[in-house]
């Protein structure tokens, strides 16, 4: 009987400790009294405290006003006086500046990629080849410019002359297709890739090549990676484009181009008889080399394009890319490439692996046209024009009139 009665004395004892040990620790939570109590080697025993740090919490300062460090501080009469803010307001204005710039480049994309929607929706009145055809439609052929990040979920359409390299680099490194032979290692550095290199198709997946590949289910495939990859290309005015494109490949000896289609130049317009040097450099030496009026009638000749397609590098931008069909996310110009590639490669998410290689930028500029055209007739000139003419407006160039009218 006695044992009873004591366990009895010790169950009220110990339920009113209890009672009290929650009294306090309601009253006391968040300081420091208690914390013995916790494990800190290990989780809060009490939920939704200690999840992300082991470390013991300090005391409530909630009636404490820390100030930022920038600021000049002092005390008068008893109240805090914040004698300086020029920092803080100067802070809040860079924020400012920096959300605004943010806005202007988000409303200059969707002007631009509005704009291609109203050219190809037939609102400019403009027609062209393959503007209404649905991409099914393209011939596999045609895909060769669609390089594909499976990794990264990227889509780049290259335009030759319009910082490919560079963007060809970028796309070697994040789908480390390429091995560094000084590390053995894929390239991390765009820089340190071989320009040469980049160019060289079998490093890079193309739509082109997905029939090979995938066979019947290349269209669902190319389907589902252009509804959810991020796509890009980058444009500049067609005009300028052929000029560098003219001094890259004629301007200098090239075999491969003079062969292939500086000889051609030559004979069909030069009046040049007999045969010609068998290569570059001699024909350069004799002065027998084509001229940008000769190129600009090669591109104007019908029979041209009969035997074989525009080259790459003059290739028309909505050839190549196929802006009718594919919805791209970004389009990016060469008149803006600093700030364009910054803006894209956070868009990418990507910006934390790679940035666009520094150096020299291809110097030719829009204020040659008139130097460059001013020995073309005026007639060749505006049929240029009509040859370029899809481009010019997809891509929101304005129309060159000191070229066409002077």
């Not at 301007?251 to 007999?274: C, I, T």
Request: charged share 25%; hydrophobic share 35%; with cysteine.
């Amino acid at each position: 009987m006695g044992t009873w009665r004591g366990l009895q004395v010790a169950f009220v004892l110990g339920s009113l400790f209890m009672v009290l040990l929650i009294i306090a620790y309601w009253e006391d939570v968040g300081r420091p009294s208690l914390y013995p109590f916790q494990d800190l080697k290990h989780k809060s025993l009490l939920p939704g405290w200690g999840t992300k740090s082991t470390t013991v919490s300090p005391p409530s300062l909630s009636t404490v006003q820390v100030q930022p460090r920038a600021s000049v501080n002092a005390y008068n009469n008893g109240n805090l006086i914040q004698e300086d803010t020029a920092e803080k307001t100067e802070g809040e204005e860079q924020v400012k500046k920096g959300g605004n710039e943010r806005r202007r480049e988000e409303q200059e994309q969707e002007a631009r990629k509005q704009r291609i929607v109203d050219v190809c929706s037939g609102k400019e009145a403009l027609e062209f080849p393959g503007r209404a055809r649905a991409f099914e439609q393209i011939p596999f052929r045609e895909l060769d410019h669609l390089i594909v990040d499976d990794t990264h979920q990227i889509i780049y359409c290259y335009v030759p002359k319009v910082a490919c390299t560079n963007w060809k680099r970028i796309m070697v490194v994040l789908s480390e297709s390429l091995i560094s032979p000084a590390t053995g290692r894929p390239y991390i550095d765009p820089e340190t890739v071989p320009a040469d290199l980049v160019h060289n198709s079998s490093l890079h997946l193309t739509f082109a090549k997905f029939w090979r590949r995938y066979g019947s289910l290349s269209h669902h495939l190319m389907a589902l990676k252009l509804q959810r990859y991020t796509k890009f290309l980058f444009v500049r005015d067609p005009f300028v484009r052929l000029i560098s494109a003219f001094r890259n490949k004629f301007g200098r000896p090239n075999e491969d181009f003079f062969r292939q289609f500086g000889s051609v130049m030559l004979r069909r317009y030069g009046n040049v008889s007999g045969s010609l040097a068998e290569s570059a450099a001699e024909a350069f030496a004799a002065g027998l080399k084509p001229t940008f009026h000769q190129f600009i009638t090669y591109l104007l000749d019908p029979q041209t394009e009969k035997e074989s397609i525009f080259n790459e590098h003059w290739r028309q931008v909505y050839r190549l890319c196929h802006p009718c069909q594919v919805k791209y996310d970004f389009i990016g110009r060469l008149e803006t490439l600093e700030t364009d590639s910054e803006q894209l490669l956070k868009l990418l998410k990507v910006d934390h692996l790679v940035r666009f290689p520094s150096g020299p930028r291809n110097r030719t500029a829009s204020s040659w046209e008139r130097d460059w055209f001013a020995q073309i007739p005026v007639s060749e000139r505006r049929e240029l024009y009509k040859l370029y003419e899809p481009d010019f407006k997809l891509f929101g160039y304005p129309v060159p009139d000191s070229v066409l009218h002077q």
